[in-house]
């Protein structure tokens, strides 16, 4: 596997080594082992999730504020801009984040670490996007930022006006909202 480091600190690129011939391909898209190797999580994952998107949709700024959720992000089908972003008011990453294009054709997978607020844009015609996560969703602990808040300042590739759920449309910015310690 090889991993590539982000601009903030924690936020990795993971790419498996992909085994092709002349009957298609083969990967590990998760081994336990050498994800806490590259990684130095050494929990484990209790949820897998997927969705499907069409082009424009804005998933999040997604987070948890109790029971934070470290989530491990992959594309089956399509392609999308995944962002992190460090929410941590004791970090000196601190409002900061990263956008990372993953798709299916390249495999990679972006490992966004409890903490961290998660969202995704569907750059493709339509997208299928799966998430093994470190902890059980709990509603009541749900919390989502406005994407579009200017004080971090998302750099999003928009074709147009983005498809957002009303949650995300109705969310505080980083000034008004509840964050981590």
């Known amino acids: 596997m090889k991993i590539e480091t982000t601009s903030l600190e924690g936020v990795l690129v993971l790419e498996p080594k992909v085994f092709a ?29 997927q969705s499907r998107s069409v082009r424009n949709v804005l998933r999040g700024i997604h987070y948890q504020l109790v029971r934070p959720q470290g989530k491990l992000v992959r594309v089956a089908a399509g392609r999308i801009l995944d962002v992190a972003v ?23 997978q972006l490992w966004v670490p409890p903490g961290f607020g ?5 750059l493709s015609d339509s997208a299928d996007v799966l998430y093994k996560t470190t902890d059980y969703w709990y509603g009541q602990h749900d919390r989502a930022l406005l994407w579009s808040d200017p004080s971090i300042g998302i750099g999003w590739p928009l074709a147009g006006a983005p498809i957002v759920s009303d949650k995300d449309a109705a969310a505080p910015t980083l000034e008004r909202a509840e964050l981590f310690d």
């Open 118 to 122: 998660h969202a995704f844009l569907v």
């Open 86 to 108: 460090d929410l941590r008011r004791s970090s000196r990453q601190f409002g900061r984040w990263v956008g990372v294009e993953l798709s299916a054709e390249d495999r990679r």
């Open 21 to 49: 011939d002349a009957r298609g391909h083969f990967f590990e898209s998760f081994n336990a082992r050498a994800f806490r190797d590259a990684t130095g999580f050494d929990g484990h994952f209790v949820q897998d999730n």
